[in-house]
């Protein structure tokens, strides 16, 4: 069995509020919005926007608002739950339980996904590795074998309404290791690897970089909460490098990745090495380098170019390409009626809405307008710091599984809207929120009761007599 979590030690509203560490999630969040919007004033693609006092104010406002809603949320005067210290039993047991269906639910779809895109065995799946370009552009070919046939598979399909499970093996996993059995560590880590394997397989990023953000985003929350999932001796240290191996071999494997990309697809007009790098690492490695920097940044151009197009609203089906997928498919919608803001963007500056990201900004914008957006952004920081605030003065598991996902957002800004990008991200993430109002409703009534305290003590006398 595993050994006992310390109990985690209890801080009020009004000294956390004051500690760096409430600030530190808004710290890291601004660092990565402004440092990514630097770096992109820095490149060659700057010299394409045709509007950068628009861009540069446009930016600003909704970082700004970003910060406000975060720090306005912090500053409300209110108390939430706390734990009293340890987590109970039973919630320990349904951490378990859910780490146990998490790391099921990885090995199902990954193997279910290696099957739908082509894999034959060890030997495809080896051949795909060495060659990740090839394999990110037959991934394209398989998504039009699909549309053309009309092509299903009952068993993803299935598993893409489970979505839920695909949020809450990691967080669960990191922050509560040091109170899982080596079996059910062994089941978490296999759900890792082979749902990672189906992403090495198709040459795609996006699954690989998901596991090490939401890693980093649970090592976070254990690191506020005590000592951490491995304790404070020889274990944190081994597993503090294991961290740092593990995202040094992932940014190698994107530049190699992107290097593979820049000659498949011909981009070398775009993705110009440094020359001092490449006298360094030669000219492969400084071109992956070279397009690992446009990598998070390009979006900004897409932005730059979104925000000269007039605003059509999409009714409600442009923010959440995973929304209109379904409409169309299942209820008929013709999504053509209603384009998002990047696809007329697209037809009318030739920027490939799926090819080249545009930030988050833009599908937002298509149903909120960017004016609306900057709102939005306010209110993501309010609800961003009010997670944050939870999982460190009353823990429990769905705060941690939203801010995990909360922190994936944020991540994704210069991207898109990658939480309602795919199917199963946006089923999960809506059926956590749909979980948290629900328990945010239940509790609120039940805070309406006097506490147990005032309920069990004796009435107050008055002149010796007790009132009624």
Known sequence: MPAPAPARPVHHHGSFRHSSRAWLPLLLALGWMLGTFGFFWAGALSQQVPNPAKLCLFVFSATGAFAAGYAAQLYRRATPRRSGGATRSTDVRRIRRLVL??????????????????????????ASLQDPAAAYLNKFTVYQQQQDSGRTNPAIQVLTLLGVLGTVLVPLLVVHWRRLSSGLRLVGIAGVGVYSLFFLYIGTLKGLGDFVLMMAASLLIAASRGPGPFGRTKKRRRATVLVAVVVALFCAYLVSNQADRVDQFGTQDRVRANPTVERIVGE???????????????????????????????????????????????????????????????????WPAGMYWSTIYPWLASDLTFPGTVLFMALLGWFFAGLWRAVNLAGGILPTLLFVQMCLLVTYIPANNQL??????????????????????????????????????????LHGVHTP
């Not at 996904?113 to 080896?126: F, K």
């Not at 006097?450 to 009435?459: F, I, L, S, T």
């Open 284 to 350: 492969h490695a400084a071109t992956g380098v070279a397009a690992l920097m446009i990598y998070p940044t390009h979006g900004y151009l897409g932005l730059a170019y979104n925000l000269d197009t007039p605003f059509v609203w999409s009714h409600g089906l442009g923010s959440t390409p995973a929304v209109t997928s379904y409409g169309t498919q299942y209820f008929g919608v013709d999504a053509d009626r209603y384009p998002a803001y990047p696809l007329r963007t697209e037809a009318r500056t030739g």
């Open 420 to 461: 309602g990008m795919s199917r199963p991200a946006m089923i999960g993430l809506a059926t956590l929120l749909m979980l948290y109002l629900w328990n945010a409703l239940t509790n609120s009534a039940g805070d309406s009761r006097p506490p147990e305290w005032v309920q069990r003590r004796p009435a107050p006398l």
């Open 101 to 126: 269906a998490g790391g099921i639910y990885h090995v199902a779809l990954g193997v279910a996904l290696l099957l739908e895109y082509g894999a034959t065995g060890p030997g495809s799946i080896l």
